[in-house]
């Protein structure tokens, strides 16, 4: 028996090690990390989380639920229509925007924007909630 | 000559260390802290609620409230750095720090010019970097203001 446990605990430390943890919903980026951080731990609840990923020649790309979008009107269109049904399913949904600190504001602006119409079309009867991710760093 | 010795390595004979056990509590342990951890504990947020959006309808009686609009823009050779202005007769230092200096002293109680729920619209030109956006709502954030909102250029 010793031995059995001894090659099960092995075998879990090894995918342990070797899995992919972070979520895959979440595409890893260079997020600000402002100091000395006032951010708090975000609310548990339904999330809509729109990453606005670095593409190849300074150009950008948008993630949500699993799919890339461009970083243009028709993009922006889709993510929007995205974000109307989410709301208009849970209202309480937030949606938070992570962003690498090197994307320029006018590819994140336009985020705000089809946030709050989404909310006009869900007929939210409170502001739209959103969250702006940020690192804090360890030990500040 | 030595029967103390002998004495003890008899009765030590039979004992035998139990790895069972403690592979077993290791292995409930690794269960509890893989479940129990969150494998992002740095990642944070700011909160914010959007205006909503409401054309042609004006409150007659609602008393003037005129947002503290913070400007940031892009500055340095390559544009990489962002130099933050106040509208208004104030004098900030043009970075995040100062900002969040002006605006600790500013706001009630510490100050006299502002209420922590004075509106704060952080107004950035369009080239200017997301980390500095984030780092300039941070700060006003860390001063103690709870109104804080970014302007996009729709």
């Not at chain 1, 799919?67 to 922006?76: L, M, N, S, V």
């Not at chain 2, 030109?125 to 203001?145: D, K, T």
Request: hydrophobic content about 50%; charged content about 20%; some cysteine.
């Amino acid at each position: 028996m010793t031995s059995l446990i001894d090659v099960v605990f092995l075998l879990i430390v090894f995918f342990v090690l070797v899995s992919r943890i972070v979520d895959e919903d979440r595409p890893r980026l260079d997020l600000p990390s402002p100091r000395p951080p006032a951010t708090v731990v975000a609310a548990i609840g339904p999330r809509a989380v729109i990453s606005v990923v670095p593409s190849e020649a300074n150009t950008a790309r948008y993630h949500l639920a699993g799919r890339y979008y461009p970083a243009d009107k028709a993009g922006r269109a889709a993510i929007g229509s995205v974000l109307t049904d989410m709301l208009a399913r849970n209202a309480r949904t937030a949606i938070q925007i992570r962003a690498g600190r090197d994307i320029p504001w006018n590819v994140v602006a336009p985020l705000l924007d089809e946030a709050r119409e989404a909310g006009t079309r869900a007929a939210l009867q409170h502001p739209v909630r959103v969250q702006l991710a940020a690192i804090r760093e360890r030990g500040v | 000559m030595r029967p103390h010795a002998s004495v003890n390595r008899r009765r030590g004979s039979g004992v035998e260390l139990q790895i069972a056990p403690m592979i077993d509590v290791v292995f409930l342990l690794l269960m509890y802290f893989m479940i129990a951890t969150d494998f992002s504990p740095a990642e944070e947020v700011f909160r914010l609620d959007l205006p909503e959006q409401r054309v042609g309808e004006a409150d007659p009686l609602q008393l003037l409230d005129e947002p503290l609009r913070v400007r940031v823009v892009a500055a340095g050779a390559d544009g990489q750095q962002a130099r933050v202005t106040v509208e208004g007769p104030w004098d900030v230092a043009g970075s995040a720090d100062g900002l969040r200096v002006f605006l600790s002293q500013s706001l009630v109680p510490q100050g006299s010019l502002f209420m922590p729920d004075h509106p704060i619209v952080i107004v950035p030109s369009p080239r200017v970097g997301w980390g500095h956006v984030v780092a300039i709502f941070n700060a006003a954030v860390a001063a103690g203001c709870t109104n804080v909102t970014l302007e996009t250029p729709s």
